[in-house]
């Protein structure tokens, strides 16, 4: 596998980075994950978009105009010959220096991006939907910044697994605010209900696809905190994600939830984003 290192195209076994690189000590950089779907990056601008603002949230100045990691993107495709459904992964971190809190006065920051093949989710488990487990938010104040920082993210997914889920509805003072890696989406009455942009969650971009298809389509839409408790009264449940697209949620605690099913506003919904992505 071909990936790019600081400016260079070299084989994966090659790419090392020294033990002081920030990533490596204190998770000081920021990332990202888009999709390619039939060899087209999706939504790549708006994935650059929130890495400039990750990067200036964290006073990191990237080292180029992330625009142009869109051919580093193609040419990585290229090189690996990857069509079809792929996934790139991008993270610049603070760069190497030695292990001290406060921000090097010379380092340059480490970029390094990846592609691989994507595992595709199939349909017939976005058709069936899967179980969550509830999990209190251990993250920080600053869940908007796509930051390497996810040790609490971690434990929530581990947790999740081990429970025989795929991921947690993470709660903080009482509300449901999104997944472990992904947004929290809930139908109630016809109406498409998701917890606001702020500094709780990230500003998915995927969600933000959705919402729009949603008022394309004539789906009510409110952007409000969902307690807890109104999580129980929610006629259909997903998660969004880049490489998860919109997974129903059936049960959360090993009780039926969201209907037990895939909700007729949620396949609507997965077949609209589906020909966004894949124009088909
Ligand atoms: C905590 C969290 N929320 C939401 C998302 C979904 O964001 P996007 O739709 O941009 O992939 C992710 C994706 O990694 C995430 O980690």
Same mark, same amino acid.
């Not at 596998?1 to 600081?6: A, E, G, R």
């Not at 888009?34 to 060899?39: E, H, Q």
């Given at each position: 596998?071909?990936?790019?290192?600081?400016g260079?195209?070299?084989?994966?076994?090659?790419?090392?980075?020294?033990?002081?690189?920030?990533?490596?000590?204190?998770?000081?950089?920021?990332?990202?994950v888009?999709?390619?779907?039939?060899?087209c990056?999706?939504?790549?601008?708006?994935?650059?978009?929130? !890495?400039r603002?990750?990067?200036?949230?964290?006073?990191?100045?990237?080292?180029?105009?992330? $625009?142009?990691?869109?051919?580093?993107?193609?040419r990585?495709?290229t090189?690996?010959?990857?069509?079809?459904?792929?996934?790139?992964?991008?993270?610049?971190?603070?760069?190497?220096?030695?292990?001290?809190?406060?921000f090097p006065a010379?380092?340059?920051?480490?970029v390094?991006?990846?592609?691989?093949?994507?595992?595709?989710?199939?349909?017939?488990d976005?058709?069936?939907?899967r179980?969550?487990?509830?999990l209190p938010?251990l993250r920080?104040?600053?869940?908007d910044?796509?930051?390497l920082?996810?040790l609490?993210?971690? !434990?929530?997914?581990?947790?999740?697994?081990?429970?025989?889920a795929?991921?947690?509805?993470?709660?903080?003072d009482?509300?449901?605010?999104?997944?472990?890696?992904?947004?929290?989406?809930?139908?109630?009455?016809?109406?498409l209900?998701t917890?606001?942009?702020?500094p709780?969650?990230l500003?998915g971009?995927?969600?933000?696809?959705?919402?729009?298809?949603?008022?394309?389509?004539?789906?009510?839409c409110?952007?409000?905190?969902?307690?807890a408790?109104?999580v129980?009264?929610?006629d259909?449940?997903f998660? $969004?994600?880049?490489?998860?697209?919109?997974?129903?949620?059936?049960?959360?605690?090993?009780?039926?939830?969201?209907?037990?099913?895939?909700?007729?506003?949620?396949?609507?919904?997965?077949?609209?984003?589906?020909?966004?992505?894949?124009?088909?």
């Open positions: 596998m071909i990936v790019y290192l600081n260079s195209f070299i084989p994966h076994e090659q790419a090392v980075v020294p033990v002081e690189d920030r990533a490596n000590n204190f998770g000081d950089g920021i990332y990202e888009v999709s390619f779907a039939d060899g990056l999706f939504a790549f601008e708006e994935h650059m978009d929130r !890495l603002y990750s990067a200036r949230e964290i006073q990191l100045d990237l080292p180029e105009d992330p $625009s142009r990691y869109a051919a580093v993107a193609e990585l495709m090189e690996n010959s990857l069509a079809g459904y792929a996934s790139l992964y991008m993270q610049i971190s603070r760069g190497v220096a030695p292990r001290l809190h406060a010379q380092a340059r920051p480490t390094y991006i990846a592609a691989k093949p994507g595992k595709y989710v199939p349909d017939e976005r058709e069936k939907g179980p969550a487990v509830t938010d920080w104040g600053r869940c910044i796509k930051s920082n996810l609490p993210n971690v !434990l929530a997914k581990q947790a999740a697994a081990k429970a025989g795929q991921d947690a509805i993470l709660i903080r009482g509300m449901a605010i999104e997944g472990a890696a992904s947004n929290l989406f809930a139908v109630f009455n016809g109406t209900v917890h606001p942009k702020g709780h969650i500003g971009i995927t969600r933000q696809h959705i919402l729009r298809l949603a008022e394309s389509l004539g789906i009510p409110l952007e409000e905190p969902i307690s408790e109104a129980w009264k929610a259909e449940l998660f $969004s994600g880049t490489m998860l697209e919109i997974m129903p949620i059936t049960k959360i605690d090993g009780k039926v939830a969201g209907g037990g099913r895939r909700g007729p506003v949620s396949a609507r919904l997965q077949t609209g984003l589906h020909r966004e992505m894949w124009g088909k």
